[in-house]
């Protein structure tokens, strides 16, 4: 492992390296993700069913078991700064992804409680997160050097809501069956990748230079922490996910009062995912039309706006339309978050920066979703208020948002970009 003396060039790549990039993009994401989400609602029921937690218990394990999405920052500075074997992202990717599927093979050998579920998705996150810093910063990179942070960013987030669409069903189905055909699959979408990054991420190597000093390494923080841009994208990815959340009393809701089974919750995020796909169709065409400066504030009426078809959710028909109106509201209310995540990363830092970003919304959603659920369990507040108390919060991000500089917001995907400082 050696330092990288110097950043992937600034010109624009050719139309055929750009669908190349967002090929490896888009099955990195596809892949890795597939296989976080196929296990979580599986997982999740095993806890409340099998180990019979509450619905705090469960938002706490998985709190912890990111632990590691929560100091992103430090995969970020190790791809920004420390080549491995000669790349900056395309050995990280091989090797987290490899390390992954081991991991997945190893939990099948083990017994299944509680304990060993925790250190074990502790550990298959932590090597997620190196995968997911790589291929942050490989779009910051290609999104900076092509104008393109909008659309990557619209790819990223229909790849997500494709992963909905089977990730749903088959998670569901996967919960009635044995733990190990979960663990099976999971392991393949890591292998799986390993032979796509190899054929298909051609990365130019990176010239060796000297290990760096501590003080390096602090230059690179304190630059990064200097940059204005940077600053506003953590305050708007705090207010923005930190109201508190129902998705763990959702669950709990829709197992304990409306008597959905597991194989129907599954297919409903099918649906979300279907609907959430077209909507990131949608934003990738109005990102080069309209200026962050009118989608951001959009997004978050949306935002607000669709959390409250959730009071509505009383049936299993209402259940079934509200997931699919959610799903598609609630992308493209998240979408121009993203975007000003990638605008707001400094250069030369993109995947410490993104990774930082990233960091914060992860730790903040998951908070969120803690909060939520001690007000459920602990407070005894019924579902649909706490509805109310997530959609107010998010309105209030309004107040905030002509507040944000005009280099970030007043410009199109596909427009030259600004230097913000």
């Known amino acids: 492992m050696t330092t990288a003396a110097a950043t992937p060039t600034s010109l624009p790549q050719s139309a055929s390296e750009q669908k190349q990039t967002s090929a490896v993009l888009a099955s990195g994401w596809l892949l890795t993700w597939l296989a976080i989400n196929i296990c979580t609602l599986p ?38 700064n420390l080549t491995l074997l000669g790349t900056r992202r395309k050995h990280y990717l091989l090797f987290s992804t490899f390390v992954g599927g081991l991991c997945w093979l190893l939990l099948a050998l083990l017994p299944k409680t509680y304990n060993t579920l925790l250190v074990m998705q502790t550990i298959t996150i932590a090597v997620f997160v190196v995968a997911s810093t790589a291929l942050g910063g490989l779009l910051v990179d290609a999104g900076k050097r092509n104008g393109s942070i909008g659309r990557l960013t619209s790819q990223r987030l229909a790849i997500n809501n494709l992963v909905g669409l089977i990730a749903g069903p088959l998670g569901g189905y996967l919960a009635t069956k044995a733990f190990g055909l979960t663990i099976g699959i999971c392991a393949g979408c890591f292998f799986l990748l390993v ?50 959340g129902f998705g763990t009393p959702l669950l709990f809701y829709q197992q304990d009062t409306l008597k959905l089974s597991e194989q129907f919750i599954g297919n409903m995020g099918m649906i979300s995912g279907g609907c959430g796909l077209l909507a ?21 009426i949306l935002s607000s706006v669709g959390t409250l078809f959730y009071l509505f959710y009383n049936s299993v028909t209402a259940a079934l339309v509200i997931e699919g109106l959610a799903g598609f509201v609630g992308t493209l209310a998240v979408l121009p978050l993203w975007d000003l995540c990638g605008r707001a990363t400094p250069k030369k830092n993109e995947a410490l920066g993104y990774s930082l970003l990233m960091s914060v919304l992860n730790l903040t959603a998951a908070l969120s979703n803690l909060l939520g659920s001690w007000f459920y369990e602990r407070l005894h507040w019924n579902f649909k208020n706490l509805v109310w108390l997530n959609a107010g919060t998010t309105a209030l991000v309004l107040l905030i948002v002509p507040l944000i500089p005009a280099a970030l917001m007043d410009r199109r995907d596909g427009e030259l970009e600004e230097r913000v400082k």
Not at 47 to 64: M, R
Not at 195 to 203: Q, R
Request: aromatic share 12%; charged share 15%; with cysteine.
């Open 280 to 300: 990131a169709l949608l934003y990738s065409r109005l990102c080069s039309r309209l200026s962050l400066r009118r989608l951001l504030p959009l997004g978050i």
């Open 43 to 80: 997982i999740n029921l095993y806890l409340k069913n099998k180990l019979h937690l509450g619905a705090e218990a469960v938002a706490f394990f998985n709190l912890v078991i990111g632990f590691a999405s929560y100091v992103k920052p430090i995969a970020g500075l190790f791809s920004d």
């Open 195 to 244: 032979p796509l990054v190899a054929l298909f991420l051609h990365e130019p190597p990176v010239a060796d230079a000297p290990a760096p000093s501590w003080s390096a390494v602090g230059e690179q923080l304190k630059a990064t922490f200097a940059s204005r841009s940077l600053w506003w994208g953590l305050l708007m990815c705090c207010l923005l996910s930190i109201a508190p």
